[in-house]
């Protein structure tokens, strides 16, 4: 009778050494073939699984298919059978790892290395497509890595068959939900189309870190493999290359139809995306990737960092560009290596000059729902050119540059389109036509006609000659002031600070100061920030109105605008003075310095100004502070101090704008602590106070349901990690 300490299994030509997984369909053991003298993986199937026939008949084709697949990135299988312990696979053993346990160890990989991974993955399943077989299961546990830098794909059609008894509840279902294609989700019949789109989820996953359709349930992942559009790379990660990008973009696409026709052409288009200096083989570069990631990664952002610092250097010198692109590849060096300090005080200096936004645009509802509409249709030129466009008038030049280098990989036969995109980054000196980041495909001088030959001009034609053409040109200067006028109102109406809740608060100045600032907006408004600096700089310079009562209102505008256009330092020094005189203004003053200071330095000295407006008890600047005092905390890792900051605002201040905000956040960090049942009130809160289709509305949603999820599997107790009172220094 046997025991639990009965004898390893025996199988024919294998001695078992030990264990190496268990699953629920089989045993995998190390042992050792004695005719081939060589290390194989042996899956032994568990009898109660191999009891099922239909199992056994697939089972048994599957792997005589497999058996056929010879191919250096594909796990060769090298024997099957039966015996008294059940049938059984002997398959190629890896010393090495998973790419699963790799991205568990490392979060994500540089950019050259997961594009060498995912053509390797290519080139295995190309050849298997070519034999007719779909893998149906690619995803990070069934990518072996070697010690020697060998990428192997695994579980070839076993995989199938093993899912099809594994995933019952979901009917005809076969595959692991986060790794699915869209068909595969809706049990629609699939081909090779559907193994392109899993390697595109691995390869984003590679890049960000993150799975783009993975939830803690897997029946709302599956809906979002159908239904959701990933999070756009560029948002997790600003340093990878438009091209890549666009090959993610491509491979996730939900129509088959729109991704790569075959593995091969995928596989072409990401081994063109592979740029390494010098020459470097991919192979290579991975091996030593392998031996020494730390040292691999360090070496890389500092060699990254300088070429792209030495690039935008020398685009400023020449001036061959215009500022958006050299501040393009600066913002590159600055990110690429954070710790260079050269890159990152060059690019604060740049972006200052040049007003421009020292982080990413965010909050633009408009921009939010475009780059929602183009994520379904990621190549149509008018959305990308609109998107452009109003990056550039929101002075985020640097999602407007990503829009741009997109546009410019674009076969684009409108001249007029052309001539719109140039105009995007065309230096002043030049005008369109001219990028310095690529040189147009058409020459302008091959065009023009030669020079008539000079004919005598009647002297009474002079004045006709001379004024026909003024009139022409007034008429269409005044056309063009009219058009630029109009299209400028979005981006040139008075500073709006949606993030802290300022917006709407300055009341309007009275008598001549009313009218002074009511002239400088209107200046505003044709895009002559220099000229409404001016007129507001020059009145409250004026003796005469010294101590005017509307004095601070005027010098508050005069911040602001000074703080849109990127000049900083002034808008801090106006604001400061306002504080210093404790004007009736200095709370506002005090909320927009910290407001600013938040933005140029979050971990800066913005704390102090909201810990003040806290203090004050005045009901319009509390529930600010106390936003802003959660999120300061929150990044210095004092969760307990930001989670009472942020409850607070949502329960003293409910109807307040930043208030839906405040639950969400403290949602967040409550589900962080396992405490479910508070977390799930959090976000019930914010989704029943949120505006529908709107940004914390979606957001307050898709938390609720990764709660209930977890609620669902009810096994993990809830931790008590309590908001702490904040002392007198918080």
Known sequence: MKTATAAPPQFRDYEIERVIARGGMATVYLATDQKQNRKVALKAIHPHIAEDPEFLQRFLHEVRIHRELKHPNILELFDFGDSADGPFIAMEYVDGATLKSFLEQLTKLPCEIALFVAGEVLCGLAFAHQKGIVHRDVKPANVLITRRGGIKVADFGISRTEEMTRLTQTGNVIGTPAYMSPEQALAAPVDARSDIFSVGILLYEMLSGRNPFGTDNPVTTIRRVIDAYPEDLFRLDPTIPTEVEELVGRMLAKDPSRRFPTAMDALQAVTSCIQLPGGVDARDAFRRFLHGPSRYLEERRQTVSRAHLQKGKSLLESKAAAPEVALWEIFQAHKADAGSLEASELYQTIASKAGARLTIQMENAKILELEEKLRSDPQNVQLLLQLAKLCKLERDFISMMRFFLKLKRLKISDTYLERQIDSLVAPPEQGPGSTGVRPTSRSRAAELPAAPRKKAIHPASKWLLVGLPALFLLGGYLAIRSIWKEASVSRLRPRQVRSVGLNDLQVKARGDAGAVVARARKVVETG???????????????????????????????????????????????????????????????ASRGDLLFRLDPDGKAEADFRVLRDSGDPTWVPVAHFYLGKILQRQNNLGLALDHFETLAQRFPQHDLANEGCLLAARLRLAAGSLSEAAALAQQAQEHSKVGGDVHRQASELLTQIQGKQVEGATPEVAVQPQSAPANQ
Not at 530 to 555: C, F
Request: without cysteine; charged residues 25%; hydrophobic residues 45%.
């Open 528 to 590: 002559d920030n220099s000229a409404a600096m001016e007129i507001l700089d020059a009145w409250t310079r004026n003796p005469a109105n010294a101590s005017h009562p509307d004095m601070p209102r005027v010098l508050l505008e005069l911040a602001a605008l000074n703080d849109k256009v990127g000049r900083s330092e002034k808008a801090l020094a106006i604001y400061s003075q306002l504080i210093d005189q404790n004007a009736p203004e200095r709370f506002e003053a005090r």
